[in-house]
């Protein structure tokens, strides 16, 4: 019943930009706090930001402070992450999860319980 939709991914060049959405479904959206994790081979699952339950705080990972930035839009049960001066590094499946917790600092991958399919990005020179 419930599904998380990612789109957005793409190639593109060192320094450049790429906006990503996730489309929730059916979950009460502002009940839950989302999350956005990414996945490069061989490595493990990484926390690249979370838009918290209710209140709506973003909080960052700090390999992406200042470049990306998180969004949730309770009206359309979506969120954003807007990623700009994107590296190699960044290169990776992107995948958004929902998480329902008391907490509200949320950084690790086994307190979500509903995940999106993931969408890729490559930067390249």
């Known amino acids: 019943q419930v599904q998380l939709e990612e789109s957005g991914g793409g190639l593109v060049q060192v320094g450049g930009s790429l906006r990503l959405s996730c489309a929730a479904s059916?979950?009460?959206?502002?009940?839950?706090?989302m999350g956005w994790f990414r996945q490069a081979p061989g490595k493990e699952r990484e926390w690249v930001a979370s838009?918290?339950?209710?209140?709506?705080?973003?909080y960052y990972a700090e390999s992406v402070r200042g470049r990306f930035t998180a969004s949730r839009d309770n009206s359309k049960n979506t969120i954003y992450l807007q990623m700009s001066s994107l590296k190699p590094e960044d290169t990776a499946v992107y995948y958004c999860?929902?998480?329902?917790?008391?907490?509200?600092?949320?950084?690790?991958?086994?307190?979500?319980?509903?995940w999106g399919q993931g969408t890729q990005v490559t930067v390249s020179s």
């Open positions: 999860a929902a998480a329902q917790s008391t907490y509200q600092n949320l950084r690790y991958a086994t307190q979500y319980v509903y």
């Open positions: 059916g979950l009460p959206f502002r009940d839950y706090t």
């Open positions: 838009a918290v339950r209710n209140v709506g705080t973003i």
